[in-house]
């Protein structure tokens, strides 16, 4: 008896059914000071934001916001892959876009309550296009497996420019 109802209930209003947990909540793009006041945030805001555009959600301009997303871009010195003739230098570069309650304080390095980090081994870190490609993908990974804690990992080998 309660299955048909329960079906009932799911056909008479799907939207609310199936409704993403973001969906109508607003938000704020937090930058560290060292991202703002280098510049960087001029890299990292622009593909973050035509992401979040088409996300269901609403940009807030202050406080008072549902969520807090943040970047926290991270890369390493490079180091030496592989042997012989396919020896390369290579770069890590990784992406973490987080997801936060605006009640969560997001510590000094920037570890978000929810984030998605994605991950790619590149032979030039500063390629802005592979950076653009990286913040997107981490930003819809990160609204798509949404949840109030924890951590995904996601390969951003779609990302290197060939």
Same mark, same amino acid.
């Given at each position: 008896?309660?299955?048909?109802?329960?079906?009932?209930?799911?056909?008479?209003?799907?939207?609310? =059914?199936?409704?993403?947990?973001?969906? @109508? #909540?607003?938000?704020?793009?937090?930058?560290?000071?060292?991202?703002?006041?280098?510049?960087? @945030?001029?890299?990292?805001?622009?593909?973050?934001?035509?992401?979040?555009?088409?996300?269901?959600?609403?940009?807030?301009?202050?406080?008072?916001?549902?969520?807090? &997303?943040?970047?926290?871009?991270?890369?390493?010195? @490079?180091?030496? &892959?592989?042997?012989?003739?396919?020896?390369?230098?290579?770069?890590?570069?990784?992406?973490?876009?987080?997801?936060?309650?605006?009640?969560?304080?997001?510590?000094?390095?920037?570890?978000?309550?929810?984030? &998605?980090?994605a991950r790619l081994?590149?032979?030039?870190?500063?390629?802005?296009?592979?950076?653009?490609?990286?913040? #997107?993908?981490?930003?819809?990974? =990160?609204?798509?497996?949404?949840?109030?804690t924890g951590a995904?990992?996601?390969?951003?080998?779609?990302?290197?420019?060939?």
């Amino acid at each position: 008896m309660r299955l048909p109802f329960a079906l009932f209930a799911l056909l008479a209003c799907p939207a609310a =059914a199936l409704a993403e947990p973001l969906d @109508g #909540k607003s938000y704020i793009i937090e930058l560290s000071s060292s991202q703002y006041t280098s510049g960087y @945030g001029e890299y990292l805001v622009p593909p973050l934001a035509s992401v979040l555009a088409k996300s269901g959600m609403r940009a807030k301009n202050g406080p008072g916001a549902d969520v807090v &997303v943040n970047i926290v871009p991270e890369s390493d010195v @490079g180091q030496w &892959v592989g042997t012989g003739d396919a020896r390369q230098w290579l770069y890590t570069v990784k992406i973490t876009v987080g997801i936060s309650p605006e009640s969560y304080v997001i510590p000094y390095e920037g570890t978000p309550a929810f984030g &998605v980090t994605a991950r790619l081994m590149t032979p030039n870190s500063d390629r802005e296009d592979e950076l653009a490609c990286l913040v #997107k993908l981490a930003a819809r990974t =990160a609204l798509a497996h949404y949840r109030p804690t924890g951590a995904v990992q996601t390969d951003g080998s779609a990302c290197l420019r060939r």
